[in-house]
């Protein structure tokens, strides 16, 4: 049987076909819209799904090893709460959670925007799973929009990890994004994620085509 780990890097792979067959201009990118969700470490997940709990792979993301897992958890904070929110896994050294501006105000608390792992400093709330819950300190951050990028494509753009960017939106509620921040190594898929409220206000949807455009 084939590692998932390579199931994964195939189907990214196909993936980034397929947008290539459409338009083979690299400054065209695919969006992926994130809703918010949770990525989990080994003693949380123990604690919220019982220890030796294994996360249920349900659907492949783009990003080579990526998934959405079929648990979901509850959020609480000091005013409210929501549940539902899905697990993302693999497992991850630290728990993190990436609500949008408007979750903050569901809950209570005020998470700032930050590049994943940017933890210190930011919101805490409490996670319930169905064995137990778990309060963090810290590790709730608003998602700034980002870029990963094959390293092929940014070459062709003349684009390195950390350069910043603007991206044209085209339609209706077009406009610009200014400061998107580039991600780039071997095991990415050339997809831009922004949060449900970025995607709302410029009226995009999951796989629509955005323009980078250097800075």
């Known amino acids: 049987m084939f590692p998932q780990s390579l199931i994964d890097r195939i189907l990214a792979e196909l993936l980034a076909q397929d947008v290539a067959a459409t338009d083979t201009d690299p ?5 992926g819209v994130s809703n918010r969700h ?34 979901t958890v509850t959020l609480r904070g000091p005013k409210g709460e929501i549940g539902k929110v899905r697990v993302l896994g693999p497992l991850r050294k630290e728990t993190q959670i990436e609500v949008s501006v408007a979750d903050g105000f569901t809950l209570g608390i005020k998470p700032p925007m930050r590049m994943s792992g940017k933890l210190d400093g930011s919101a805490g709330l409490t996670v319930i799973g169905p064995a137990g819950s778990v309060t963090k300190d810290t590790g709730v951050i608003v998602a700034l929009r980002h870029i990963h990028m094959r390293p092929e494509d940014a070459v062709r753009l003349g684009l390195k990890t950390g350069d910043s960017v603007d991206v044209v939106v085209s339609g209706p509620r077009g406009g ?17 994620h922004i949060d449900v ?18 800075v």
Request: proline share 5%; aromatic share 4%.
């Open 27 to 31: 400054a065209l990118v695919p969006v």
């Open 38 to 71: 949770v990525h989990l470490s080994r003693p949380d997940m123990d604690a919220l799904f019982g220890p030796g709990a294994s996360l249920t792979r349900m659907k492949a993301m783009k990003q080579p090893g990526q998934y959405a897992a079929a648990e």
């Open 176 to 192: 610009v994004m200014h400061n998107v921040t580039i991600r780039s190594d071997e095991v990415s898929a050339t997809e831009m």
């Open 197 to 214: 409220e970025e995607a709302n206000a410029f009226g995009l949807q999951n796989d629509a085509l955005v323009r980078v455009r250097k």
